[in-house]
Antibody, heavy 119, light 107 residues
């Protein structure tokens, strides 16, 4: 049973870079045939897929965020990470990390972490 | 990008009643790559249905999904108290997108 846990600052200043890490336990991030993704949810609103990565390093980004997003994987630490640059108040949201098998929906989710963009 | 439109926005029902939720796609969803999630306040979404009609592990059989192409439905045959929540559809093609959600509230 995979478990995912997000970590990172809860407060980021406007124009800076938001950085979050997801630690995967209960299985190897590189041995399972899973893709690892980030989804966010502004307070009181719906879900938005940010992007995903395969353990090999192949990345897939939401076209609307692609210019500001970088997702990377560290197989030695069983972690993957999100960087979102030039943040504004509109990036305030609960950020979830999640995992999905190829051609399948997200079936493992972290608990989510609230990131507020404010000076 | 495939836009998913969910209706109604809010469904007010009583326990024991049947809930029917709709998800319409702006273009055909390939291979029925359509999923449904349930989300309760303060919790991550939970996968209910994948492939438009297959229940995820541990999901009660009162939840069922149907549809293909651009029109999909989630049905909860008899609402239990724990089913009052927000439900999202998602297409998980090459660039996943989510619908705006339907809140099922107690009448």
């Amino acid at each position: 049973q995979l478990q995912l846990q997000e970590s990172g600052p809860g407060l980021v200043k406007p124009s800076e870079t938001l950085s979050l890490t997801c630690t995967v336990s209960g299985g190897s991030i590189s041995s399972s045939s899973y893709y690892w993704g980030w989804i966010r949810q502004p307070p009181g609103k719906g879900l938005e897929w940010i992007g995903s990565i395969y353990y090999s390093g192949s990345t897939y980004y939401n076209p609307s965020l692609k210019s500001r997003v970088t997702i990377s994987v560290d197989t030695s630490k069983n972690q993957f990470s999100l960087k979102l640059s030039s943040v504004t108040a509109a990036d305030t949201a609960v950020y979830y990390c999640a995992g999905n098998p190829a051609a399948a929906p997200f079936d493992y989710w972290g608990q989510g972490t609230l990131v507020t963009v404010s000076s | 990008e495939i836009v998913l439109t969910q209706s109604p926005g809010t469904l007010s029902l009583s326990p024991g009643e049947r809930a029917t939720l709709s998800c319409r796609a702006s273009q055909s969803v390939s291979s029925s790559y359509l999923a449904w999630y349930q989300q309760k306040p303060g919790q991550a979404p939970r996968l209910l249905i994948y492939g438009a009609s297959s229940r995820a592990t541990g999901i009660p059989d009162r939840f069922s999904g149907s549809g293909s192409g651009t029109d999909f439905t989630l049905t909860i045959s008899r609402l239990e108290p724990e089913d009052f929540a927000v439900y999202y559809c998602q297409q998980y093609g090459s660039s996943p997108t989510f619908g705006g959600g339907t809140k099922v509230e107690i009448k």
